[in-house]
């Protein structure tokens, strides 16, 4: 075989897209016998390419690497692989931009009505043998509320394109992005506290980075209104789990509705699982099968053009190219 590329890990439930791509220029697929260092070093310390999922490409595991060309992230975020040691060794790094944004705008969106239209407590009551709401007052119209979006790039763009016929006020908090983009939306952009304040929905789509980890605490619930809802379908990191449950219990807001967890090892005894006011899905957002097989298939083909000395079409590290 002429190239060799080594898959990290993944979630898929075979690699045949990839081993069919890769077939067509000539390479050998291989599989890491585990996700910790050693063992994706000792798979890839030869390869030509990465495919990566979930697993830490820390800078050992990086600095290892011989003959890598370039790392193609199966998702979005790169906060597993060390950017910094990748560009210094000039190693390229990619993401699949596009990916699950109908299904995380969906999700998050069905997270939005469910947390504020307290379906999963009704359903609950129901099925416990009482056919009463009255337990669950109050609900408010959804009709003129303010939803508050916490980063405004694709996903949030495409949420506020399906929540239209609601008739939100909608604002966001995003110091990335201009006031011609948020007004094409038809978008106020305001400052966090304000969002805090003045938001009776927040849905949260931002990354995690060592200025958002931990955006959301016991400071930041106090100033949401009491009858406010958060939603969250980005990172758990963002938000403080254990302050999260206390504001909840103490009544500073309303319910939550989540996707990811500060800490997704989830059993009986995590502060977030017993909450009635909570509802909490198992990092699905991401998840349609159409969406796994874009994925699959917009990730290798990402290798394939690096390795027969093309340009990638996202580039994550773009002055790795100029080099």
């Given at each position: ?12 439930p075979d690699l045949e897209t ?66 910094p040691t990748a560009t210094k ?10 990916y699950c944004i109908e299904e ?220």
């Amino acid at each position: 075989m002429k190239f060799k590329v080594a898959v990290t890990d993944y979630v898929f439930p075979d690699l045949e897209t990839e081993k069919r791509e890769l077939k067509k220029i000539n390479a050998e697929l291989i599989e890491s016998a585990g996700s910790d260092e050693e063992n994706i070093i000792e798979a890839a310390k030869d390869a030509d390419a990465i495919l990566n999922c979930y697993a830490e490409l820390t800078p050992r595991v990086i600095e290892s690497l011989k003959k890598c060309q370039i790392i193609a992230r199966y998702g979005i975020g790169v906060n597993n692989v060390s950017m910094p040691t990748a560009t210094k060794k000039g190693i390229i790094v990619t993401n699949v931009p596009d990916y699950c944004i109908e299904e995380v705008s969906d999700h998050a969106l069905t997270l939005i009505l469910a947390s504020c239209r307290k379906l999963c407590q009704l359903n609950k009551t129901v099925k416990n043998g009482k056919w009463d709401f009255k337990d669950y007052r109050p609900i408010y119209r959804l009709k003129g509320q303010t939803l508050g979006i916490v980063s405004f790039g694709k996903i949030p763009r495409r949420l506020v394109e399906k929540v239209r016929a609601y008739k939100f006020n909608i604002i966001a908090y995003d110091p990335y992005v201009d006031e011609e983009v948020a007004a094409k939306y038809s978008v106020k952009l305001v400052e966090f506290e304000e969002l805090l304040k003045e938001s009776d929905i927040i849905t949260i789509h931002a990354p995690l980075t060592k200025e958002t980890k931990g955006m959301f605490g016991s400071e930041q619930f106090k100033k949401m209104k009491d009858s406010a809802h958060l939603i969250n379908t980005a990172r758990g990191g963002l938000i403080k789990d254990n302050d999260l449950a206390q504001a909840l219990k103490e009544g500073e807001i309303a319910g939550a509705g989540l996707d990811v967890l500060e800490d997704e090892n989830v059993n009986s005894h995590h502060p977030l699982v017993n909450l009635e006011n909570v509802i909490i899905t198992p990092h699905s957002a991401f998840y349609s099968e159409e969406a796994l097989k874009d994925l699959q298939y917009k990730a290798v083909q990402e290798v394939v053009r690096v390795l027969t000395g093309e340009k990638p079409k996202s580039c994550v590290n773009p002055e790795v190219l100029k080099k």
